[in-house]
């Protein structure tokens, strides 16, 4: 019965509530350094655009862009119809593996992209997720950051680690205490963050004396020769003094979960500023949660919590240090609310067919 149970909780998919705020006042005839899209219902831009979707329902995608401002611009209007692309090519239903590759594979072909036709590019950061069902995979480059939270997760990542002893290079036996697997899991998506933060989408290959393909290397050889430079890096046929320092999925952080009711309750996504607050995930995963079901609220609350942070970070400094700071103040958060309902009783589908078999069994030693 316990395990029927377990079965018929592990079906269930959530509701998916999304919304998203930008602390940055935006301009129309300007662009951003920072970039988000919501789309919360992916199955019908997927028919739109006339291409199959293998993912469950509800299926939403969420993505938050920083950096350059033609770079973040790019990477928010094109990741939808990579991934989409991808995902075409996946089987009837799409596996973990497949979801990670598809989204992880659209990253790096917008970074590609980027450096073969605007070479000079710094490029951006960027945060994923996508839920189809009761997965939920997300994928981290660069700097931008994300977090999952729920109650259960929570008490998994910092409960207590398993006792035990070891023997240590000077030979002494001591005592230590090592995370399970199930906890260093937990604590990792608690604090969603790249592998390298250092690798931007589309940051353009490094020249022979490691400066960038910008403004001083167009006018030296002129932008087709950049240009040629660039493509070939990113397509790994690099002539002398061409790096390829292209994205690469050894450089993302790519993560697959199966959602839980009691122990996923929310995601936060996000540009550089979630994890350069100093807040803890648990802290401010607490504040969202406080405005559930409302993710409007979650958004703005936490990214103007985040902001004052960073604002308090550089009091004391000189004026202009405090003016430049507070350009990278700036804060994008996007919350995603789970929604879960009701635990179904698994007793009516169970109990019938235990009755059953106790009746056959009767007629039997009769």
Do not use: Y
């Not at 009516?348 to 069994?361: F, I, L, S």
């Amino acid at each position: 019965l316990a395990a029927g149970k377990f079965l018929c909780a592990m079906s269930v998919a959530p509701g998916v509530c999304v919304d998203a705020h930008c602390t940055l006042q935006t301009d129309p005839k300007v662009k951003v350094p920072i970039r988000h899209v919501l789309i919360r219902d992916l199955a019908k831009v997927a028919s739109a655009l006339k291409q199959t979707l293998p993912l469950e329902t509800p299926s939403a995608l969420a993505m938050a862009f920083e950096g350059d401002p033609g770079a973040a611009e790019h990477c928010a209007k094109g990741l939808h119809s990579k991934l989409l692309k991808r995902l075409g090519k996946a089987s009837k239903t799409a596996t973990d593996a497949e979801l990670g590759r598809a989204l992880g594979g659209s990253l790096v072909d917008l970074d590609a992209e980027l450096r073969e036709q605007r070479p000079g590019l710094e490029g951006c950061s960027g945060v994923v997720a996508l839920v189809a069902g009761s997965r939920l995979c997300v994928v981290v480059a660069g700097s931008c950051a994300g977090s999952m939270w729920g109650r259960g997760l929570c008490a998994l990542a910092l409960g207590p680690s398993s006792a035990g002893s070891e023997v240590g290079k000077d030979g002494v036996l001591r005592k230590s205490s090592k995370e399970t697997p199930e906890q260093k899991r937990a604590k990792g998506l608690l604090r969603l963050r790249a592998k390298n933060i250092n690798q931007q989408i589309g940051g353009s290959v490094v020249m022979p004396g490691g400066k960038r393909p910008g403004s001083e290397a167009v006018a030296a050889r002129g932008a087709a020769a950049v240009k040629a430079l660039s493509a070939a890096a990113a397509t790994g046929r690099g002539g002398p003094g061409a790096s390829s320092a292209g994205l690469s999925p050894d450089d993302l952080l790519v993560e697959v979960a199966h959602l839980r009711g009691g122990e996923h309750s929310l995601v936060l996504l996000g540009s550089s500023g979630l994890q350069r607050s100093g807040l803890s995930a648990q802290d401010v995963g607490s504040v969202a949660d406080a405005c559930a079901p409302d993710a409007a609220k979650a958004s703005q609350v936490v990214a103007e919590l985040i902001k004052e942070r960073l604002k308090e970070a550089s009091k004391g400094e000189a004026n202009w240090v405090q003016q430049e700071k507070a350009k990278a103040s700036e804060v994008t958060c996007i919350a995603l609310l789970l929604e879960w309902p009701a635990e179904p009783d698994c007793t009516e589908a169970v109990e019938p067919a235990a009755k059953k078999a106790r009746a056959d069994t009767e007629k039997v030693e009769n």
